[in-house]
């Protein structure tokens, strides 16, 4: 009997291992296919579109795509496939500039398509100019209430700012490595403060950045003291304004300890430091930076 009872067992383990690697199988799809549909040679704003399928799987499997862009994750988005396990996941090509798109499901992944996006040499009016605007407010620099589809003042100020930051040339020129850098998240201005509504100076760099928290809400160009009569170091909060315009063509001040102050002025000259002691900042951006500060705020001016 027991030998007997011993062969039935053996007799099922043997059948139960023909039995499993066809249940594996069954269940196993391969990876996904992936393929790109869209401009041979994609540039910014371009329309691309991943479409694949997963072998095998039937409908409301799951599929991630991943879009990757100079190693940055830009979009991500987890669907479920249709009929014959087909997917199709649309984007927008608005970063920079190598991209790598992915698609994974059940732990394995599609071969990476990928492309490389060029930046334009020079800026017209239209949608990839919004986009060089964006890109600029996605990294702190301000550059009018509205973001706009033209290379305008607002556009040259952050130019400007942005250049300042970064220590290059002190123009309003736009350069494709600017626009690069941008669409990469890269170049903006880091706080050295961190906590509470503030407001930070640098000197050595003639910047002034609007800080909520670690968050910089917007980055000027900005002129300070000239060495003959240069602006006061230290951390200090605002205690008085100044709407319109006063007897010395100080625009819409801010003050901070004594005279000093930050308020607009015509010129802030980008090279040098040119002012009696007080921080300048461009007219066009004033009342923004007025109505921005609170009275009670801190002010950190440092080289």
Same mark, same amino acid.
């Given at each position: 009997m027991i030998r007997r009872g011993g062969i039935f067992v053996a007799l099922i383990a043997a059948a139960a291992a023909f039995a499993l690697p066809a249940a594996a199988a069954s269940a196993a799809t391969g990876p996904p296919t992936l393929a790109l549909n869209g401009p041979k040679k994609p540039g910014l704003l371009s329309k691309v579109t991943a479409?694949?399928?997963?072998?095998?799987?039937?409908?409301?499997?799951?599929?991630?795509?991943?879009?990757?862009?100079? #190693? @940055?994750?830009?979009?991500?988005?987890?669907?479920?496939?249709?009929?014959?396990?087909?997917?199709?996941?649309p984007f927008v090509v608005d970063s920079c500039c190598k991209y790598q798109v992915t698609a994974t499901s059940g732990g394995q992944s599609s071969p990476a398509q990928r492309f490389t996006v060029r930046v334009p040499k020079?800026? &017209?009016?239209?949608?990839?100019?919004?986009?060089?605007?964006?890109?600029?407010?996605?990294?702190?620099?301000?550059?009018? @209430?509205?973001?706009?589809?033209?290379?305008?003042?607002?556009?040259?100020?952050?130019?400007l700012a942005y250049r300042k930051v970064n220590n290059m040339a002190r123009n309003y020129q736009?350069?494709? =490595?600017?626009?690069?850098?941008?669409?990469?998240?890269?170049? #903006?201005? %880091?706080? %050295?403060? &961190?906590?509470? &509504?503030?407001?930070? =100076?640098?000197?050595? %760099?003639? =910047?002034?950045?609007?800080?909520? #928290?670690?968050?910089?809400?917007?980055?000027? &160009?900005v002129s300070t003291g000239k060495p003959s009569t240069p602006t006061v170091r230290g951390t200090y909060h605002f205690y008085r304004k100044d709407a319109g315009y006063n007897s010395e063509g100080m625009y819409y001040s801010v003050y901070f300890i004594r005279g000093y102050a930050t308020h607009g002025y015509n010129p802030v000259p980008m090279h040098e430091a040119a002012s009696h002691g007080c921080v300048r900042n461009p007219i066009p951006f004033s009342t923004y930076i007025y109505n921005w500060i609170n009275l009670g705020d801190a002010i950190h001016v440092y080289l």
């Open positions: 479409n694949g399928a997963i072998p095998g799987a039937t409908a409301g499997a799951q599929v991630t795509i991943t879009v990757e862009a100079s #190693g @940055r994750t830009v979009d991500k988005k987890q669907l479920s496939v249709g009929g014959g396990g087909k997917f199709s996941f020079h800026l &017209h009016k239209g949608a990839v100019t919004r986009l060089y605007n964006q890109s600029l407010v996605d990294e702190g620099y301000y550059v009018g @209430r509205n973001v706009g589809s033209h290379y305008g003042l607002g556009s040259q100020l952050a130019t736009y350069k494709p =490595v600017i626009f690069r850098k941008l669409l990469m998240g890269r170049g #903006g201005f %880091r706080p %050295r403060y &961190h906590s509470g &509504h503030h407001v930070e =100076v640098d000197i050595s %760099r003639q =910047v002034m950045a609007l800080v909520n #928290g670690g968050h910089v809400v917007a980055t000027f &160009h």
